[in-house]
């Protein structure tokens, strides 16, 4: 498909006006035509599996739907989507993905920013603490979540033994077997492994800001403070945006340590929107209303984004 | 908004006085760079400790250390439950994905980069579109077209979902890389009658390997570790991945946690080597910079 341009390859130095005017007009439409051929693979799998199934979501998401063979579904209008808002489940699923947000998003990006200004400048074994940093970010959820839970397990867990050395008697909080407790440990699995991915953006971001320009600013007697607020800070703001869009879309699918730690329990208590859809759709079969849920989520988060790109669009100009 | 993987000058030392003045304050940085990589590191190290215990020290007490190491964990992680095929079925799929997404993404930011074309802006904005919707997100459709392609409960479509998801982000990262690489090398290399695709193979790619190390190691690790879609779509266990057969691990027998660590340390050490790979590879000539 694409070495069709390749044919195109001529001696260096004849002339395209040798050519006939026809093969002059077809090698014109194969250049308009290349970087169309180039991003037609992508384009293609992408459709199909990406784009598609967004718009296919949005039509399951009007139906009473059925999984199983030769079952009809029935259109049910925007009902699923009137349940979604009755339902309280949704309500404490919701809540608990908002807390996630609101509690991880920002702690991941402080201790993110915090480990980036400690590492940036040349340090003994700097190459070593980067890695060691960044580590977290690519071990795989399902074995680390079983590492926490035993961290924080009430028979031998070494988070019952730090406190209880702390207070003097032993501990037996039994931690993810509570709401909050549980809660607290996906949170902190969740910072755990989340730091060292906006720790590397930052840490590019800092990188970048001319050290020349602080210390005109020192020079001319500028507080450590106004260093920071007024060159530091300012610099890194479309970092903090890229983290920040990132990490809320990130924190809005939390899945898997929920999945693998509480399982949504006790009583649905640390149920969040997602892992809710999913039991929805993959134990209740209910593809239509979990559809309606995904659709609602993906539509706040599309917003969400949009909007937070135009603001930043707006304070650049 | 413009996050790009930049061509690098080997060994730039960073010039001035630094991030915190006069003071680099050397040793309360070292002091808590130790602490970093030590909260980072310990629940791994952690782990490595636990595949070591025998049962004895993993039954209702804390023990650091194991107090007798024993690597009978690691036989009955590797012999139960055909974890060694699971781990051949996510090799192959982390490694298609890679390889697939590589050449496709390599293929799509080259246009992006350097040719104008109508609707090039449009096409770009709706790849990177779907970077806000997070890819459990569409399960439910996904579910619903692999099962009508026949490619439910198949490797061939993890792979598929798994390109399509990594696709916009890989191409907004070489996009950036490949703008950074100077025109002038590539119209030499016409001049000598070169077509667009021995321009991408025999100059873009050897100009790009840091950025395709880095592209591919973030690939591999999202294909090694991805958990929901590989739970919804596989069905038999032949089929399962290692995440599905760690998960199963814990179901079968819960009290069995030293297999199960041994178990988590054997899926961990492939995405950590490529990781170590990558930097090793990449170290000379990329940074994720360029954040304007």
Partial sequence: MISSDTLERRPAGVSPGAASRRSVRSRRARKVATPYLLIAPAALVYAAFTIYPIFRQFDISFFDWHI???????????????AIFHDPVVRTAAFNSILFIVITVPLQMIFGLFAAAILTDRLPGSTFWRMAVYIPVITSYVAVSWVFSYIFSSQGGVMNAIIGLLVGHSVSIDWTAQTWT??????????????GWSFIIFLAALDAVPRQLLEAARIDGASERRVWRHVILPSLRTAITFVLVLLVIGAAQVFTQIYEITKGGPYNSTQTFMTYMYEQAFQNFAFGYAAAMASLLAVLLFGFSWAEIHVLRQNDS | MALALERTKPAAPPVGPGL????????PRLVIAIILALISLGPLLYMISLSFQSNSDLLGQTVLVPSHPTIQNYVQAWTENSFGHYFLNSIFVSVVTVVITVVLASLAAFAFARYTFPLREVIFYIFLASLAIPNILLIIPQYLLLDRLHLLDSLEGLIFLYVSTNLPFMIFLLRGFFQTIPREYEE?????GAGTLRVLVQLIAPLSLPAIALVSMFTFS?????????LTMINSPSHDTIQIGLAEFIGA????????????????VPVVLVYLLSQRWGRSGVSLGGIR
């Fill in chain 1, 68 to 82: 199983f063979p030769g079952a009809t579904n029935s259109f049910v209008g925007w009902s699923n989507y009137t």
């Fill in chain 1, 182 to 195: 549980g809660n607290a440990v996906i949170w902190i699995l969740t910072i755990w492994k989340g730091i």
């Fill in chain 2, 20 to 27: 915190f003045g006069i003071r680099r304050m050397n040793r």
């Fill in chain 2, 188 to 192: 030499a290399f016409r001049m000598e």
């Fill in chain 2, 222 to 230: 999202q294909a090694w570790d991805e958990f929901p879609v590989a």
């Fill in chain 2, 253 to 268: 027998h819960t009290v069995a946690w030293g297999p199960f660590f041994a178990a988590s340390v054997i899926a961990t």
